[in-house]
């Protein structure tokens, strides 16, 4: 969305507003451009500031911790990060909406609604 890919862009605007992220996806964004030493990082969040972020808070990292428990126990894992930002979207009963095929996982499926924008087949 970020990027201003045209088919992405059109996506989540169809979805309508609020756009929602979760607070450790406006790290990952920030954390892309910073580097030099004297990035204003304020700027770069105010580029994207239409987007409101979820904190992380406790009732988010325990059923982050809950959803890994249930990869774990059907054989997958999931990176640390990943099981947050889908907790917090678990968290508003939305759509999540990625850009990744690590989402792609039947568990994940299973308890919320995954759509990947990457997918040719969406």
Same mark, same amino acid.
């Given at each position: 969305?970020?990027? %201003?890919?045209?088919?992405?862009?059109?996506?989540?605007?169809?979805?309508?507003?609020?756009?929602? !992220?979760s607070s450790l996806c406006v790290f990952e964004v920030i954390? %892309?451009?910073?580097?030099?030493? &004297?990035?204003?990082?304020? !700027?770069?969040?105010?580029?994207?500031?239409?987007?409101?972020?979820?904190d992380l808070n406790e009732r988010i990292a325990l059923e982050?911790?809950?959803?890994?428990?249930?990869?774990?126990? $059907?054989?997958?894992?999931?990176?640390?990060? $990943?099981?947050?930002? !889908? *907790? !917090? *979207?678990? &968290?508003?009963?939305?759509?999540?909406?990625? *850009?990744? &095929?690590?989402?792609?996982?039947?568990?994940?499926? $299973?308890?919320?609604?995954?759509?990947?924008?990457?997918?040719?087949?969406?």
């Open positions: 969305m970020l990027e %201003g890919v045209p088919d992405v862009v059109e996506f989540v605007e169809d979805r309508g507003q609020p756009y929602l !992220t954390d %892309g451009v910073v580097g030099s030493g &004297s990035t204003d990082v304020v !700027t770069v969040r105010q580029e994207f500031g239409g987007v409101r972020a979820l982050a911790g809950r959803i890994q428990d249930q990869l774990m126990d $059907d054989g997958e894992r999931m990176a640390a990060r $990943d099981l947050l930002v !889908t *907790a !917090t *979207a678990r &968290s508003t009963g939305d759509e999540l909406v990625v *850009a990744d &095929s690590d989402f792609e996982t039947r568990l994940l499926t $299973d308890v919320i609604d995954v759509t990947n924008i990457r997918r040719d087949d969406r």
